[in-house]
T-cell receptor, first 114, second 111 residues
């Protein structure tokens, strides 16, 4: 079946602009994760959604970052007033449950803030 | 809190030679361990995982890893590498609602 998809694949924006990144998880997966991959910081957890539970936002680096998951499926990660240090690859993953279940990753969105 | 240490940032190796990518973890709870591979300009792909049971786990393309609780290690091995194995490899441990990743090891296979 189809894997995790993300859009756009690449995004170039100017400092101070807002951006929205989209993730379509694998159908039927109840858990959805966002990670950020950058040169200096490696792979960092951002946020976790599980069903209708309150999301785990413990990895969001600042209040400029937010995410939603509508209808238990598609998720949008929004970065407001982007800064150059936000430049990174944003990866989305989904799993059939939470916890130790295998996470399947999308191809990522490469964000460049000028 | 969980953490993962990948001791080598880069490992160069000749084609058909054996390779070991080292991974050590720290965790105060039962662990699930994963190796993911990232080919250039692609996302992360699961290579293999340890959840429970046999401590030796294998992938379909010849990699294997052994969970060693006493040494808190999950090293990745392959007896004979191919050029196509050139990629970055990430070790990860479950940390509550998320995966905690190591810094990654770039495997460069030379002909």
């Amino acid at each position: 079946g189809a894997g995790v998809s993300q859009s756009p694949s690449n995004k170039v924006t100017e400092k101070g602009k807002d951006v929205e990144l989209r993730c379509d998880p694998i159908s039927g997966h109840t858990a959805l994760y966002w990670y950020r991959q950058s040169l200096g910081q490696g792979l960092e957890f951002l946020i976790y959604f599980q069903g209708n539970s309150a999301p785990d936002k413990s990895g969001l680096p600042s209040d400029r970052f937010s995410a939603e998951r509508t209808g238990g499926s598609v998720s949008t990660l929004t970065i407001q007033r982007t800064q150059q240090e936000d430049s990174a690859v944003y990866l989305c993953a989904s799993s059939s449950l939470g916890g130790g279940e295998t996470q399947y990753f999308g191809p990522g969105t490469r964000l460049l803030v000028l | 809190a969980q953490s993962v240490t990948q001791l080598d940032s880069q490992v160069p190796v000749f084609e058909e030679a054996p390779v070991e990518l080292r991974c050590n973890y720290s965790s105060s709870v039962s662990v699930y361990l994963f190796w993911y591979v990232q080919y250039p300009n692609q996302g992360l792909q699961l290579l293999l995982k340890y959840l429970s049971g046999s401590t030796l786990v294998k992938s379909i393309n010849g990699f294997e890893a052994e969970f060693n609780k006493s040494q808190t290690s999950f090293h990745l091995r392959k007896p004979s590498v191919h050029i196509s194995d050139t990629a970055e490899y990430f070790c990860a441990v479950n940390g509550g609602n998320k995966l905690v990743f190591g810094a990654g090891t770039i495997l460069r296979v030379k002909s």
